[in-house]
T-cell receptor, first 113, second 115 residues
Framework: KAGVTQTPRYLIKTRGQQVTLSCSPI?????VSWYQQTPGQGLQFLFE???????NKGNFPGRFSGRQFSNSRSEMNVSTLELGDSALYLC????????????FGSGTQLSVL | GESVGLHLPTLSVQEGDNSIINCAYS??????FIWYKQESGKGPQFIID?????DKRQGQRVTVLLNKTVKHLSLQIAATQPGDSAVYFC??????????????FGKGTHLIIQP
């Protein structure tokens, strides 16, 4: 069974731009959640999608958004990029929610210059 | 604010010894706890989980202990091997009015294996 796939693996953007990251969950998994990882703040929850609906959201500004498609694939978008958005963005999937084992992808390393 | 924390940022152990990584959590409403291992350049990898109705759970070479009285979680790795070298995170899942929130992670402990 293929694992969680995230694309692209690396991304370089400049301040003010917007970016879209993609995540393909494990087949059969309906919950997709996103996390931001930085050396200073560690791993922080962004949001979770289930059946195309955002079910939970972490404490991030509205510039961070996401969506989920009918095949459970998910995208997250960050608009008006700031230097502090530089981070590893991780996607995780599970069968039904965040209160069970999550399987993580390798992440997208975003650098904002 | 409430968070899941780890006692040590770095832990160095001899190959073959047992490793114990500790974690303290602050929210008594949390009922699901999980340990992840993250190697350089990779995403977190599931190790073992435990729910609050249990005190102990064992996996292959790993044991998780949960002490709800003092809000303490630990991961024990038996016969530590070079491949165990990684950063270990504990995480909790807490419930708010709308249901389960996302996982809250601790800062991580870097486990270093000495030959």
């Amino acid at each position: 069974k293929a694992g969680v796939t995230q694309t692209p693996r690396y991304l370089i953007k400049t301040r003010g731009q917007q970016v879209t990251l993609s995540c393909s969950p494990i087949s059969g998994h309906r919950s997709v959640s996103w996390y931001q990882q930085t050396p200073g703040q560690g791993l922080q929850f962004l949001f979770e999608y289930f059946s195309e609906t955002q079910r939970n959201k972490g404490n991030f500004p509205g510039r961070f958004s996401g969506r989920q498609f009918s095949n459970s694939r998910s995208e997250m978008n960050v608009s008006t990029l700031e230097l502090g958005d530089s981070a590893l963005y991780l996607c995780a999937s599970s069968l039904a929610g965040t209160d069970e084992k999550l399987f993580f992808g390798s992440g997208t390393q975003l650098s904002v210059l | 604010g409430e968070s899941v924390g780890l006692h040590l940022p770095t832990l160095s152990v001899q190959e073959g010894d047992n490793s114990i990584i500790n974690c303290a959590y602050s929210n008594s409403a949390s009922d699901y706890f999980i340990w992840y291992k993250q190697e350089s350049g990779k995403g977190p990898q599931f190790i073992i989980d435990i729910r609050s109705n249990m005190d102990k759970r064992q996996g292959q070479r790993v044991t998780v202990l949960l002490n709800k009285t003092v809000k303490h979680l630990s991961l024990q790795i038996a016969a530590t091997q070079p491949g165990d070298s990684a950063v270990y995170f504990c995480a909790e899942n807490r419930y708010s009015g709308g249901g389960a929130d996302g996982l809250t992670f601790g800062k991580g402990t870097h486990l270093i294996i000495q030959p």
